[in-house]
């Protein structure tokens, strides 16, 4: 069976079936390809905020646990505020000291304040240059209290030396350095403590 190019009927069959691949080709290139781009975009984008969806979702599982470490934090931090005194409360400090050399039954020869001297950039320290006299037992006690006082301070420069009098007691000759919060120092740590609040 032959076919005749010149019927007119084949001519519209065979330019039908030419137009059809061209609409087909220009489908193709101008909307199923374009199409499937945006696809994988949106794919990707979708797969991305799933991820970040993820990991907000942990994060929330883990914000009771998060709240929990903040809160034993900032119980660290007010406990180590109470632990520096104001520069303001050095005389009640220096009571507290002579008090715990009084309790302990020690009898001071020298009990003489420095100057206030810079520690870090938030604390300072007070040198207190002493001399005690009292038995063994008296002298370590007085030392205990010292280092069980509600406040920061460390005793150093050491000296233990014999009394020259018949009761048997001993001389001790050190330093004590009590910290306490500069002027300025203070009102910092209210303010980090207000912002923190916030």
Do not use: H
Not at 99 to 116: D, W
Not at 134 to 161: E, H, P, W, Y
Not at 164 to 181: C, G, H, L
């Amino acid at each position: 069976m032959s076919i005749d190019i010149k019927d007119p009927k084949i001519q519209i069959t065979i330019g039908l079936i030419l137009f059809g691949l061209i609409i087909a080709g220009l489908f193709f290139k101008f909307s199923y390809q374009p199409s499937q781009k945006r696809i994988q975009e949106l794919s990707a984008q979708e797969a991305k905020q799933r991820q970040e969806l993820e990991q907000v979702r942990a994060a929330v599982a883990r914000l009771p646990e998060l709240e929990e470490q903040y809160k034993a934090l900032e119980k660290k931090w007010d406990q180590a505020q109470e632990l520096l005194p104001a520069d303001s409360e050095i005389p009640g400090l220096l009571k507290k000291i002579t008090n715990a050399g009084i309790e302990s039954g020690v009898r001071f020869l020298v009990f003489k304040p420095g100057k206030l001297a810079s520690a870090t950039q938030l604390s300072a320290a007070v040198p207190v240059d002493m001399s005690v006299i009292g038995n063994f037992d008296q002298i370590t006690r007085f030392m205990a209290k010292l280092g069980n006082l509600s406040r920061i301070v460390i005793s150093s420069n050491i000296k233990i030396n014999p009394n020259n009098d018949p009761i048997r007691t001993i001389k001790a000759d050190f330093t004590v350095n009590a910290y306490v919060f500069k002027s300025g120092g203070e009102q910092a740590s209210a303010k980090a403590k207000t912002s923190r609040t916030r």
